[in-house]
């Protein structure tokens, strides 16, 4: 049975000064001009995921449209967020066993429940500026890449970055976990990716983070376990919802999804509403 702790990490491990403290040892190369590049963990070309009945559903439970599971392009690198507690490894794969889904409702019912508050006073700049590299107490931290770029490099696939650059990323392609679809993006319609806060930072300022210290607060907005490159749109249509009014239209990766939400919510020790962890144990059968 695997084990949470719910104490939130004063002095988390960093990734230490250069890519050499990243996960998975990323190793780099500078001065390459668009060169393409694999991340340095083993890259492991896309899977065909089973082709299932297509087709389109009404708005289900969560408020989100589902989508059937059928011709999405499988992430063989993405990790399951149980085995994924740092968030440090790729992507977010799906919990189907029942092993697996017995200890995300485990993990699930171990969160804390209260009313959401007002939304009063929040503003994104209470978190510190955009994918700062120097938030304390978060894997990739002073590793002289922006968080964004960060993420991008680990859930990206045939990355190629600005001439000169060993950070940017200006090309790639992502398996987006929220649809199953296969997304080649590149720089000049950055848009079509965007980084998922997870637990949405106007989310959680509802829920106590409005009574943070300041550290807390930037630590939460560059944790890597509550970030997701995932497709723009989708994330644009969840904005600052729960589980309860917004779910990934994938319904295979939902557990996955409702798994993350907690992890994040234990290791900040921050409650969520009764309706968002109802529909989060649903999600692995709860």
């Not at 978060?138 to 002289?144: C, L, Q, S, T, W």
């Amino acid at each position: 049975m695997r084990r949470y702790s719910t104490r939130f990490p004063a002095d988390a491990q960093r990734g230490g000064a250069g890519r050499a403290g990243t996960a998975g040892g990323r190793a780099r190369r500078r001065g390459a001009p668009d060169a393409p590049r694999r991340t340095g963990r083993a890259a492991v070309p896309a899977l065909a995921a089973a082709l299932l009945l297509t087709g389109c559903e009404a708005l289900e439970e969560g408020g989100s449209p589902a989508v059937r599971d059928g011709g999405a392009q499988a992430d063989g690198r993405a990790a399951s967020p149980l085995d994924n507690p740092k968030g440090v490894e790729p992507g977010l794969a799906p919990l189907t066993g029942g092993a697996d889904r017995t200890a995300a409702r485990e993990l699930i019912a171990t969160v804390r429940t209260k009313g959401r508050g007002p939304r009063t006073g929040y503003d994104r700049d209470e978190f510190g500026y955009a994918w700062k590299d120097t938030a304390d107490g978060v894997p990739f931290a002073r590793n002289g890449c922006d968080t964004r770029n960060d993420l991008l490099q680990r859930d990206g696939q045939e990355l190629r970055f600005k001439s000169g650059s060993d950070c940017v990323v200006v090309a790639m392609t992502l398996a987006d976990p929220y649809t199953g679809k296969s997304i080649e993006w590149r720089k000049a319609k950055a848009a079509e990716v965007q980084i998922d806060h997870v637990v949405p930072l106007s989310y959680s300022w509802q829920m106590g983070s409005s009574r943070w210290p300041v550290a807390k607060r930037e630590q939460l907005a560059n944790d890597p376990l509550n970030l997701l490159p995932v497709d723009g749109g989708t994330n644009s249509s969840k904005s600052d919802s729960g589980p309860a009014a917004w779910l990934p239209p994938s319904k295979r990766i939902r557990c996955a999804y409702a798994v993350r939400f907690a992890q994040v919510a234990v290791k900040y020790e921050m409650a969520v509403t009764a309706a968002d962890k109802e529909m989060m144990l649903r999600q692995c059968g709860g």
